[in-house]
């Protein structure tokens, strides 16, 4: 196993983006090779060891690597952007597009990530303990797919678009979601245990289970009975017939205006 | 007064017939000369493949390429083409690089020049947005560049060729390339882009234009007779009629012999025909869709007086931009796709739609065959210019790759062992062995381009020729391009040397220097009477319906910075 630990030396305004942490490029390499490791600190390049104390223990392959990322990085972007392996844990808030890409791994993050968590994720697992920002499991501005694989799962709330132009893979969010979750989606699933408002729009394919209330209904999903999951009875919807989608919307109670 | 001496190149110049001879250039001031002086800088070549800097004759660069860009901000992240595309940082030398369908300005001057082109041919400039393109022009580094104005669904085109008023329209042609700095007529899907302002579209050459009681036949020949009567220097440039639908080689064919009682002024074609693979299908849908290459390179093998390109497909993303709204229409709803759609004012319409040609799509399949099919038919290699239309066949950046479609039966053959079997009946590419040597090469990608475009100074090395030359890194002795194509690909991928104008701007596949390229456009002189009349009938159109005024229209000096007026005489 190789631990490699980072903390923040000074808390910054400047966004560092750091998508050169993550274990596939970590593995192996000594504490002063990962010390050099460059990241970009708003418009220029430094290396590692001028934003965070480095320590590194043992040496393993990407698989067996961790990296503990210790304080506050709300102003760090990019951690474990294209990851395939190994794991990454952050103590602290996190910058937008965390995990975005990632193909394998698990990240874990210990307080609130900001937009764009896990967008474009093709595999593997992250775990915010805190609330989400927007976009989370989204794609890229004009990008056909968000996230196409691997599981994200929230334990606080997510802002507006989860789930954005979703093409596979799964969601769970255990609180709230902002406006229009699941939006453009085209196949994966989305669990929501909270409440959520317009869910689904222009939804291709896919299933999306809402388990608390949800917000003005969009009037182009058609009731379909009920269908029950893990012993629970939801009434079923189909849509979105706007884009003659066939994607399966799952909800409770539905509250309009 | 600059000199550089050549030494040791293998020169293959298709214009003055030499094939893979070794000689050396001279080179004074920007031009070829006979002989430079001992101060001049030496480059040893050491035998490698020289020819004239490569001449993009229809690509799309300027213009509606930023409506790509809008609807495409994921392009500027792809990178499928190492080296020619995706994200590049500036360097001391270079701008920042994005894109590969659409990539930024500075990115496509620096990726032609890589390739060893040094001028393009923006293929489509409406003359209200004229002003635009040469802003997008300015910013497009080294290559020299013209444009083609878009004249085809026109109000004041057509209604001189409904009112039969020849001269006027030659007038009007002539003021309407000084306004725009245009180098040429283009004319897209004649007459549809009028219909599609009224949700409909033209289906063939005789369909009557709503509200303008001419039909497609009438405008091509009207356009085609004011082209001559102006001795432009370029013929009418025509993108056919049902662009994109089964069976529409009939049209295509139908349009080339109309042309055959034009005749030109110069010595050139009077017709060049525009990306034809894009209108040489067959079939009466996409379910029997199949090639009509046979029948078309039939017909050209047996006539003189047209040329044309390839619209040649990649296989990957592409973005679809024309001025034929309607088949863009057709494309965003047949493919669920972005669509973006413009209409002109009462010039032509547009669209963008991004669209991804698949190996697995039995339709794409037969589309990539068709436009090789064209270009190995067709056994004179000065009627075929060679392009992907780029961005519409798919980005410049793969022209290499093409290349070995066209040299190598061997590439061909792996390409088609990965198609559905139901794509293999619907073509005659597995039956075609030709392949094409550099010499015939150099003929599509620069000698054609210099005399279909009339530009004696591009294309060639002949004393007095620009000096602009790109040396590859191939030994022709020493390479077989029907085997080795990776070789060939890679070599025509990043020239060992680009030299514009005189100036070395690539070495060793680097970008050593930035120079501003020229403009070229054409200044048609008419008799000063019919000139005067036109505009009365012009201040009209301006008051009445343009949300512009006339003195606000012209495309001013300051947007041409380097321009070179070619001047011709009407009538």
């Given at each position: 196993m190789q631990i490699i630990t980072l903390s923040l030396k000074a808390q910054n305004k400047i966004p560092i983006v750091?998508?050169?942490?993550n274990p596939d490029n970590f593995a192996g390499k000594t504490e002063d090779e990962i010390k050099a490791v460059q990241v970009w600190y708003g418009n220029m390049q430094c290396p590692l060891s001028e934003l965070f104390n480095v320590k590194v223990e043992g040496k393993d392959s990407a698989e067996n690597t961790k990296i503990v990322i210790n304080g506050d990085a709300s102003r760090v972007k990019r951690i474990g952007q294209g990851m395939s392996t190994g794991e990454i844990e952050i103590n602290g808030n996190v910058d937008m597009h965390?995990?975005?890409n990632m193909k394998g791994g698990k990240i874990t993050i210990n307080g609130d990530a900001d937009s764009w968590l896990g967008c474009e994720m093709k595999g593997g697992e992250i775990i915010l303990n805190g609330n989400g920002g927007y976009y989370v499991g989204g794609g890229y501005r004009g990008e056909a797919c968000g996230m196409k694989g691997g599981k994200i799962t929230v334990n606080g709330n997510v802002r507006d678009f989860l789930g954005e132009h979703m093409c596979g893979g799964e969601i769970h969010v255990l609180g709230n979601a902002g406006l229009l979750p699941a939006i453009l989606n085209n196949g994966g699933t989305i669990i929501i245990e909270g409440s959520t408002e317009m869910p689904a729009s222009e939804m291709k394919k896919g299933t999306v289970i809402i388990k608390g209330k949800v917000k003005d209904l969009l009037p182009s999903y058609v009731e379909e009975g009920t269908e029950e999951v893990d012993g629970v009875l939801y009434q079923r919807f189909a849509g979105d017939v706007n884009v003659s989608g066939k994607g399966m919307l799952l909800m409770k109670q539905c509250e309009s205006h | 007064m600059s000199e550089l001496l050549i030494e040791n190149a293998v020169v293959c110049d298709p214009i003055q017939g030499i094939n893979c001879e070794k000689m050396d250039l001279c080179i004074k001031d920007g031009k070829i000369v006979e002989s430079v002086s001992s101060n001049a800088k030496v480059i040893d070549a050491e035998g490698r493949l020289t020819m004239a800097g490569g001449f993009d004759?229809?690509?799309?660069?300027?213009?509606k390429i930023n409506v790509g860009r809008s609807m495409n901000p994921n392009d500027a992240r792809r990178n499928l083409v190492p080296g020619l595309s995706g994200f590049e940082p500036h360097t001391e030398k270079t701008r920042a690089q994005v894109g590969y369908n659409t990539p930024n300005t500075y990115a496509i001057g620096y990726r032609y020049a890589k390739l060893g082109y040094t001028t393009i041919c923006e293929a489509a400039m409406p003359p209200l947005t004229a002003r635009h393109t040469h802003e997008e022009f300015k910013e497009i580094p080294i290559l020299d560049k013209m444009g083609l104005t878009l004249f085809g669904s026109n109000w004041q085109v057509m209604e001189y060729i409904r009112d039969k008023e020849p001269e006027k329209l030659a007038a009007y042609i002539a003021w309407g390339l000084k306004a725009s700095r245009g180098y040429g007529i283009k004319i897209v899907n004649a007459g549809g882009g009028e219909a599609w302002g009224w949700g409909k579209n033209v289906s063939g050459l005789y369909d009557p234009v709503p509200n303008f009681d001419v039909t497609p036949a009438e405008i091509l020949l009207g356009l085609g007779e004011a082209n001559e009567k102006l001795g432009l220097p370029h013929s009418v440039h025509v993108h056919c009629n049902n662009l994109g639908h089964p069976g529409n080689y009939k049209t295509t064919i139908e349009t080339m012999k109309l042309f055959e009682k034009v005749k030109p002024r110069c010595n050139r074609q009077s017709l060049h025909v525009t990306h034809v693979q894009f209108n040489a299908y067959a079939g009466t849908s996409w379910r029997d869709f199949e090639t009509g290459a046979p029948m078309i390179a039939d017909y050209v093998n047996g006539v003189n007086h047209l040329t044309f390109d390839l619209g040649q497909l990649i296989f990957g993303p592409a973005v679809t931009m024309t001025a034929d709204g309607p088949v863009e229409y057709a494309n965003s709803r047949m493919l669920k796709e972005k669509w973006s759609n413009q209409d002109v004012e009462l010039e032509d319409a547009s669209g963008v739609v991004p669209l991804v040609y698949s190996p697995k799509s039995f339709v794409n399949a037969v589309q990539w065959a068709i436009g090789i099919e064209l270009a190995l038919l067709v056994k004179d290699p000065w009627k075929v210019m060679f392009t992907t239309d780029s961005p519409n066949g798919g980005s410049f950046v793969n022209y290499p790759e093409a290349y070995t479609y066209l040299m190598s039966e061997k590439k061909r053959q792996e390409i088609i062992s990965g198609f559905p079997e139901m794509a293999l009946g619907r073509m005659v590419l597995p039956g075609l062995d030709r392949e094409l040597s550099f010499y015939e090469l150099a003929t599509m990608t620069r000698s054609t381009q210099s005399r279909i475009y009339s530009?004696?100074?591009?294309?060639n090395l002949a004393v007095g020729a620009d000096a602009d030359i790109a040396i590859y890194d191939i030994l022709p002795d020493a390479i077989d391009p029907s085997v080795e194509h990776e070789k060939v690909k890679k070599a025509f991928s990043a020239t060992a040397y680009t030299i514009k104008g005189g100036t070395i701007v690539v070495k060793g596949g680097n970008i050593e220097n930035t120079p501003m390229g020229r403009t070229y456009w054409v200044n048609a002189k008419v008799p000063s009477d019919i000139e005067s009349a036109m505009h009365e009938d012009l201040d009209v159109k301006f008051q009445k319906?343009?949300?512009?005024?006339k003195s606000n229209y012209m495309v001013e000096d300051?947007?041409?910075?380097?321009p070179v007026e070619i001047a011709t005489e009407g009538f």
């Amino acid at each position: 196993m190789q631990i490699i630990t980072l903390s923040l030396k000074a808390q910054n305004k400047i966004p560092i983006v750091a998508d050169t942490v993550n274990p596939d490029n970590f593995a192996g390499k000594t504490e002063d090779e990962i010390k050099a490791v460059q990241v970009w600190y708003g418009n220029m390049q430094c290396p590692l060891s001028e934003l965070f104390n480095v320590k590194v223990e043992g040496k393993d392959s990407a698989e067996n690597t961790k990296i503990v990322i210790n304080g506050d990085a709300s102003r760090v972007k990019r951690i474990g952007q294209g990851m395939s392996t190994g794991e990454i844990e952050i103590n602290g808030n996190v910058d937008m597009h965390c995990g975005s890409n990632m193909k394998g791994g698990k990240i874990t993050i210990n307080g609130d990530a900001d937009s764009w968590l896990g967008c474009e994720m093709k595999g593997g697992e992250i775990i915010l303990n805190g609330n989400g920002g927007y976009y989370v499991g989204g794609g890229y501005r004009g990008e056909a797919c968000g996230m196409k694989g691997g599981k994200i799962t929230v334990n606080g709330n997510v802002r507006d678009f989860l789930g954005e132009h979703m093409c596979g893979g799964e969601i769970h969010v255990l609180g709230n979601a902002g406006l229009l979750p699941a939006i453009l989606n085209n196949g994966g699933t989305i669990i929501i245990e909270g409440s959520t408002e317009m869910p689904a729009s222009e939804m291709k394919k896919g299933t999306v289970i809402i388990k608390g209330k949800v917000k003005d209904l969009l009037p182009s999903y058609v009731e379909e009975g009920t269908e029950e999951v893990d012993g629970v009875l939801y009434q079923r919807f189909a849509g979105d017939v706007n884009v003659s989608g066939k994607g399966m919307l799952l909800m409770k109670q539905c509250e309009s205006h | 007064m600059s000199e550089l001496l050549i030494e040791n190149a293998v020169v293959c110049d298709p214009i003055q017939g030499i094939n893979c001879e070794k000689m050396d250039l001279c080179i004074k001031d920007g031009k070829i000369v006979e002989s430079v002086s001992s101060n001049a800088k030496v480059i040893d070549a050491e035998g490698r493949l020289t020819m004239a800097g490569g001449f993009d004759g229809h690509t799309h660069s300027a213009g509606k390429i930023n409506v790509g860009r809008s609807m495409n901000p994921n392009d500027a992240r792809r990178n499928l083409v190492p080296g020619l595309s995706g994200f590049e940082p500036h360097t001391e030398k270079t701008r920042a690089q994005v894109g590969y369908n659409t990539p930024n300005t500075y990115a496509i001057g620096y990726r032609y020049a890589k390739l060893g082109y040094t001028t393009i041919c923006e293929a489509a400039m409406p003359p209200l947005t004229a002003r635009h393109t040469h802003e997008e022009f300015k910013e497009i580094p080294i290559l020299d560049k013209m444009g083609l104005t878009l004249f085809g669904s026109n109000w004041q085109v057509m209604e001189y060729i409904r009112d039969k008023e020849p001269e006027k329209l030659a007038a009007y042609i002539a003021w309407g390339l000084k306004a725009s700095r245009g180098y040429g007529i283009k004319i897209v899907n004649a007459g549809g882009g009028e219909a599609w302002g009224w949700g409909k579209n033209v289906s063939g050459l005789y369909d009557p234009v709503p509200n303008f009681d001419v039909t497609p036949a009438e405008i091509l020949l009207g356009l085609g007779e004011a082209n001559e009567k102006l001795g432009l220097p370029h013929s009418v440039h025509v993108h056919c009629n049902n662009l994109g639908h089964p069976g529409n080689y009939k049209t295509t064919i139908e349009t080339m012999k109309l042309f055959e009682k034009v005749k030109p002024r110069c010595n050139r074609q009077s017709l060049h025909v525009t990306h034809v693979q894009f209108n040489a299908y067959a079939g009466t849908s996409w379910r029997d869709f199949e090639t009509g290459a046979p029948m078309i390179a039939d017909y050209v093998n047996g006539v003189n007086h047209l040329t044309f390109d390839l619209g040649q497909l990649i296989f990957g993303p592409a973005v679809t931009m024309t001025a034929d709204g309607p088949v863009e229409y057709a494309n965003s709803r047949m493919l669920k796709e972005k669509w973006s759609n413009q209409d002109v004012e009462l010039e032509d319409a547009s669209g963008v739609v991004p669209l991804v040609y698949s190996p697995k799509s039995f339709v794409n399949a037969v589309q990539w065959a068709i436009g090789i099919e064209l270009a190995l038919l067709v056994k004179d290699p000065w009627k075929v210019m060679f392009t992907t239309d780029s961005p519409n066949g798919g980005s410049f950046v793969n022209y290499p790759e093409a290349y070995t479609y066209l040299m190598s039966e061997k590439k061909r053959q792996e390409i088609i062992s990965g198609f559905p079997e139901m794509a293999l009946g619907r073509m005659v590419l597995p039956g075609l062995d030709r392949e094409l040597s550099f010499y015939e090469l150099a003929t599509m990608t620069r000698s054609t381009q210099s005399r279909i475009y009339s530009r004696p100074e591009k294309g060639n090395l002949a004393v007095g020729a620009d000096a602009d030359i790109a040396i590859y890194d191939i030994l022709p002795d020493a390479i077989d391009p029907s085997v080795e194509h990776e070789k060939v690909k890679k070599a025509f991928s990043a020239t060992a040397y680009t030299i514009k104008g005189g100036t070395i701007v690539v070495k060793g596949g680097n970008i050593e220097n930035t120079p501003m390229g020229r403009t070229y456009w054409v200044n048609a002189k008419v008799p000063s009477d019919i000139e005067s009349a036109m505009h009365e009938d012009l201040d009209v159109k301006f008051q009445k319906y343009y949300t512009v005024s006339k003195s606000n229209y012209m495309v001013e000096d300051a947007y041409v910075p380097k321009p070179v007026e070619i001047a011709t005489e009407g009538f």
